[in-house]
């Protein structure tokens, strides 16, 4: 499995984009999928998932509200739109994947559980 991030750019504040992340080498709705961001010196933050099923995705709360994940099980890719942008979302976004997955469960943002990461897409906000 492999996943590749893609989207990310040079955006001013208030502006929005839309970030891509396709999987390849397997069938995108056998995973749950995740976004993760890392700022320059710090840890990385989880984001967003979304569960295998037709569940809704869930987004942290300190983040809920300009932050919107969703995927299409048809083109194999998750996408993570973000609204408002600020200086302090300028980071790297990962997406990655846990599967593959048979039963339907609740995603989480805990990086442990993943088991495929992206290598990431660099956001940068700045005017």
């Known amino acids: 499995v492999q996943l590749v991030e893609s989207g990310g750019g040079l955006v001013q504040p208030g502006g929005s984009l839309t970030l891509s992340c396709v999987l390849s080498g397997s069938t995108l709705r056998f995973y749950t999928m995740a976004w993760f961001r890392q700022a320059p010196g710090k840890q990385r933050e989880g984001i967003s998932c979304?569960?295998?099923?037709?569940?809704?995705?869930y987004i942290a709360d300190s983040l809920n509200g300009r932050f919107t994940m969703s995927r299409d099980n048809a083109k194999n890719t998750v996408y993570l739109r973000i609204d408002s942008l600020k200086p302090e979302d300028t980071a790297v976004y990962h997406c990655?994947?846990?599967?593959?997955?048979?039963?339907?469960?609740?995603?989480?943002?805990?990086?442990?559980?993943?088991?495929?990461w992206g290598v990431g897409a660099q956001v940068s906000v700045s005017s």
């Open positions: 990655a994947a846990k599967g593959p997955i048979i039963e339907i469960e609740d995603c989480s943002v805990e990086e442990s559980v993943y088991d495929y």
């Open positions: 979304i569960p295998n099923s037709l569940g809704n995705a």
